[in-house]
Nanobody, 117 residues
Framework: QVQLVESGGGLVQAGGSLRLSCVASGSMLRLATMGWYRQAPGKQRDLVAEITTGGSTNYAVSVKGRFTISRDNAENTVYLQMNSLQPEDTAVYYC???????????WGQGTQVTVSS
């Protein structure tokens, strides 16, 4: 059992920045790949960025160069630094994680990011 809690969302103007955090808790977490996904109204939930235990990253084309994902394994936390935000980035951002040797994914409750023009 893994619990994920996101924080850091809010309302910003175009060109601004936000830093999202996701803290995992539970017993014997042994976390594997962690990632950030987003879902805008009327659209499907899509990958934003993901990061492996060893630090390898993968980004959606639309955010590459603007967003940076990182993790602190000792604190079971994953971050998403978002710079040069645009209105098209407006969505609910979700944290996803799984444990090693498991196929069960866990999702956070989501945090709202709104970018005004």
């Amino acid at each position: 059992q893994v619990q994920l809690v996101e924080s850091g969302g809010g309302l910003v103007q175009a060109g601004g920045s936000l830093r999202l955090s996701c803290v995992a808790s539970g017993s014997m977490l042994r976390l594997a790949t962690m990632g950030w996904y987003r879902q805008a109204p009327g659209k499907q939930r899509d990958l934003v960025a993901e990061i492996t235990t060893g630090g390898s990253t993968n980004y959606a084309v639309s955010v590459k160069g603007r967003f940076t994902i990182s993790r602190d394994n000792a604190e079971n936390t994953v971050y998403l630094q978002m710079n040069s935000l645009q209105p098209e980035d407006t969505a609910v951002y979700y944290c996803r994680a799984r444990q090693i040797y498991s196929v069960q994914y866990y999702w956070g409750q989501g945090t709202q990011v709104t970018v005004s023009s």
